[in-house]
C-alpha cells in the first residue's frame, strides 16, 4: 500500500498549502531551498550522499579545522532531509535520506552492535559501510577521528528517524520506515533507563573500543523520542513496542516539567535522578511544544525561553544570553506559529532574513562566537561547546521549516 500511493504523496506533498507567508518568510523559505537543492546536485553523482554540515566564513569551500571540514552532522543531514521534503524536492531528500537508511543498516562496527553515528565524511556515499568523519594529519602522518563524532547520541538517532518516517510518508517506500524502526528498536535496547522517572540516557561517547555511555538524561531528546516513538506507532511499524517506549519518554517529560515555574530544565545529571538545574537550554523549552497533543500547560515554557533566553531579536542557546543562537531563533519563530502566535513567529522571521550568507545557508550566530554552557564529552574539563559564525546546514533547514510552517515531529504544515 505504501508504495502503491508513492507517486500521489510526492504530488501531494510537493503542491501541499502553505501558510499565507510574509515576505520575510517568503525570502528564507525560497533562499533556504535554493541553497539545500544546489547543495545537493553539487554532491558527485546521484547515489547516497551527505552534506558537511558547515561553509567556510566566506561561505565558500569547507572550514578550515580538519575535523570540521568534511564533517557532515547526522543531525544536521536528517533537518536537511526533511527540509528539502517541505520544499518539495524529493529527489534531493532521498539522496540525504538513502545514506541516512544505509548508515543506520549497516555500520562498521557490525550487525551485533551497530549503530547510527554522530558524524559521517561528507560527499557521495560509495563506500560500505558508511563512513564515520575522519582525516588524515600530515604531522602525525596518520588518520584521526573525533570521539564526540563517531559516538552516538541517542537524540540525534531519534532525528535520523524522523528524517526517514517522513521520506517513507513521501514515497511510500517502507525501507524508510523499517530502517526508523531499526533506529527506534536500537534506543530501546541500548539506551533505556530506570533510575528516577525513567526514559533514556544520552548515548555513547568514543571509540568503539574505548566507548563509554553518557548516563545523564536529556530533555530535548525525549522531546524527539517521543515524536519518533509516536510515529512508529501509528504508521505500524515492525520490530518493537512503540506504544510502551512513547509512554516512557513522555513519562520523563511529565516529570521534569517544572509546572511551579513553567519552564523544562536541561534534563538529569549523569546520576539519572538529579535534575541539571545549572544550565538553560533554549530546545528544551521550544521542542515539547512541537508534540502532537503537548499540554497547553507547557506553552509557559515560551515565556520562560523569552525571559531567559531572549536577546537582541532572537534567543541565545542559554540563559547567559552572549549572543543570538540563529538555529535556536528559526525553532522558536515555528514554534511561536504552532501555538498560533504569528505575530511573534513573523517577527523572528523578519531578523532571521538577515542572517542569509553569501553562500546561501544561514550563519549559525550573529556573532563572532556563542557559547552553550555545555560540555562536548565526558573528557571535557570545561563547558567547550561553542558555534561560531559560520554559514550552517542546521541553522539553514530549520530557517525552512519555520518559514514553510512545517513540523517536523508531525510531518505536516501547522494548521492556518
Same mark, same amino acid.
Given at each position: 500500500?505504501?508504495?502503491?500511493?508513492?507517486g500521489l504523496?510526492?504530488?501531494?506533498?510537493?503542491?501541499?498549502?502553505?501558510l499565507?507567508?510574509?515576505?520575510?518568510?517568503?525570502?528564507? =523559505?525560497n533562499? +533556504?531551498? *535554493?541553497? /539545500? !537543492?544546489? %547543495?545537493?546536485?553539487?554532491?558527485?553523482? @546521484?547515489?547516497?550522499?551527505?552534506?558537511?554540515?558547515?561553509?567556510?566564513?566566506?561561505?565558500?569551500?569547507?572550514?578550515?579545522?580538519?575535523?570540521?571540514?568534511?564533517?557532515?552532522?547526522?543531525?544536521?543531514?536528517?533537518?536537511?532531509?526533511?527540509?528539502?521534503?517541505?520544499?518539495?524536492?524529493?529527489?534531493?531528500a532521498?539522496?540525504?535520506?538513502?545514506?541516512?537508511?544505509?548508515?543506520?543498516?549497516?555500520?562498521?562496527?557490525?550487525?551485533?552492535?551497530?549503530?547510527?553515528?554522530?558524524?559521517?565524511?561528507?560527499?557521495?556515499?560509495?563506500?560500505?559501510?558508511?563512513?564515520?568523519n575522519?582525516?588524515w594529519?600530515s604531522?602525525?602522518?596518520?588518520?584521526?577521528?573525533?570521539?564526540?563524532?563517531?559516538?552516538?547520541?541517542?537524540?540525534?538517532? =531519534?532525528?535520523? +528517524?524522523? *528524517?526517514? /518516517? !517522513?521520506? %517513507?510518508?513521501?514515497?511510500?517506500e517502507? @525501507?524508510?520506515?523499517?530502517a526508523?524502526?531499526?533506529?527506534g528498536?536500537?534506543?530501546?535496547?541500548?539506551?533505556?533507563d530506570?533510575?528516577g522517572?525513567?526514559?533514556?540516557?544520552g548515548g555513547?561517547?568514543?571509540?568503539?573500543a574505548?566507548?563509554?555511555?553518557?548516563?545523564?538524561?536529556?530533555?530535548?531528546?525525549?522531546?524527539?523520542?517521543?515524536?519518533l516513538?509516536g510515529?512508529?506507532?501509528?504508521?505500524?511499524?515492525?520490530?518493537?513496542?512503540?506504544?510502551?517506549?512513547?509512554?516512557?519518554a513522555?513519562g520523563?517529560?511529565d516529570?521534569?516539567?517544572?509546572?511551579?515555574?513553567?519552564?523544562?530544565?536541561?534534563?538529569?545529571?549523569?546520576?539519572?535522578v538529579?535534575?541539571?538545574?545549572?544550565?538553560?537550554?533554549?530546545?528544551?523549552?521550544?521542542?515539547?511544544l512541537?508534540?502532537?497533543?503537548?499540554?497547553? %500547560?507547557?506553552?509557559?515554557?515560551?515565556?520562560?525561553?523569552?525571559s531567559?533566553?531572549?536577546v537582541?531579536?532572537?534567543?541565545?542557546?542559554?540563559?547567559?544570553?552572549d549572543?543570538?543562537?540563529?538555529?535556536?531563533?528559526?525553532?522558536?519563530?515555528?514554534?511561536?506559529?504552532?501555538?498560533?502566535?504569528?505575530?511573534?513567529a513573523?517577527?523572528?522571521l523578519?531578523?532571521?532574513?538577515?542572517?542569509?550568507?553569501?553562500?546561501?545557508y544561514?550563519?549559525?550566530?550573529r556573532?563572532?562566537?556563542?557559547?552553550t554552557?555545555?560540555?562536548?564529552?565526558p573528557?571535557?574539563?570545561?563547558?567547550?561547546?561553542?558555534?561560531?559564525?559560520?554559514?550552517?546546514?542546521?541553522?539553514?533547514?530549520?530557517?525552512?521549516?519555520?518559514?514553510?510552517?512545517?513540523?517536523?515531529?508531525?510531518?505536516?504544515?501547522?494548521?492556518?
Amino acid at each position: 500500500m505504501l508504495a502503491a500511493c508513492a507517486g500521489l504523496m510526492i504530488a501531494g506533498m510537493m503542491a501541499a498549502p502553505s501558510l499565507a507567508q510574509s515576505r520575510p518568510a517568503a525570502l528564507l =523559505a525560497n533562499r +533556504g531551498c *535554493a541553497a /539545500l !537543492t544546489v %547543495a545537493v546536485d553539487s554532491v558527485p553523482g @546521484r547515489g547516497p550522499a551527505f552534506l558537511r554540515s558547515y561553509d567556510a566564513p566566506a561561505g565558500h569551500g569547507a572550514p578550515p579545522e580538519p575535523a570540521m571540514a568534511t564533517a557532515a552532522f547526522t543531525y544536521d543531514n536528517a533537518l536537511a532531509t526533511i527540509a528539502l521534503l517541505s520544499c518539495g524536492k524529493p529527489a534531493q531528500a532521498k539522496r540525504l535520506g538513502d545514506a541516512l537508511l544505509l548508515a543506520a543498516t549497516a555500520d562498521r562496527a557490525g550487525p551485533e552492535q551497530g549503530r547510527l553515528r554522530n558524524t559521517y565524511r561528507a560527499g557521495p556515499q560509495q563506500e560500505r559501510p558508511i563512513p564515520p568523519n575522519g582525516w588524515w594529519d600530515s604531522r602525525q602522518n596518520r588518520w584521526l577521528e573525533d570521539a564526540y563524532q563517531v559516538g552516538t547520541a541517542t537524540g540525534n538517532v =531519534a532525528w535520523a +528517524g524522523l *528524517a526517514l /518516517l !517522513t521520506l %517513507a510518508e513521501a514515497t511510500g517506500e517502507a @525501507r524508510y520506515r523499517d530502517a526508523a524502526a531499526g533506529l527506534g528498536a536500537w534506543i530501546v535496547t541500548h539506551v533505556s533507563d530506570t533510575r528516577g522517572a525513567g526514559g533514556f540516557t544520552g548515548g555513547i561517547h568514543g571509540f568503539d573500543a574505548d566507548s563509554v555511555p553518557m548516563l545523564w538524561k536529556a530533555t530535548e531528546h525525549h522531546a524527539d523520542l517521543l515524536a519518533l516513538f509516536g510515529w512508529l506507532d501509528r504508521s505500524g511499524a515492525p520490530g518493537g513496542d512503540w506504544a510502551a517506549a512513547a509512554k516512557q519518554a513522555r513519562g520523563f517529560l511529565d516529570a521534569i516539567w517544572r509546572d511551579d515555574k513553567g519552564y523544562f530544565p536541561t534534563g538529569t545529571l549523569p546520576d539519572g535522578v538529579t535534575v541539571n538545574e545549572g544550565n538553560s537550554g533554549l530546545d528544551a523549552q521550544l521542542w515539547p511544544l512541537m508534540l502532537e497533543g503537548a499540554p497547553d %500547560a507547557w506553552r509557559r515554557a515560551l515565556d520562560h525561553a523569552d525571559s531567559a533566553h531572549g536577546v537582541n531579536d532572537g534567543y541565545d542557546f542559554n540563559a547567559d544570553r552572549d549572543g543570538v543562537w540563529v538555529e535556536g531563533t528559526a525553532q522558536a519563530a515555528l514554534a511561536w506559529r504552532i501555538v498560533g502566535k504569528d505575530d511573534k513567529a513573523d517577527a523572528l522571521l523578519t531578523g532571521l532574513s538577515g542572517d542569509i550568507s553569501g553562500g546561501g545557508y544561514l550563519w549559525a550566530v550573529r556573532g563572532e562566537k556563542l557559547s552553550t554552557g555545555f560540555a562536548i564529552g565526558p573528557d571535557s574539563t570545561e563547558a567547550d561547546f561553542f558555534y561560531h559564525r559560520q554559514p550552517h546546514l542546521g541553522a539553514t533547514a530549520w530557517a525552512v521549516l519555520a518559514a514553510k510552517g512545517w513540523n517536523p515531529f508531525t510531518g505536516r504544515l501547522v494548521a492556518p
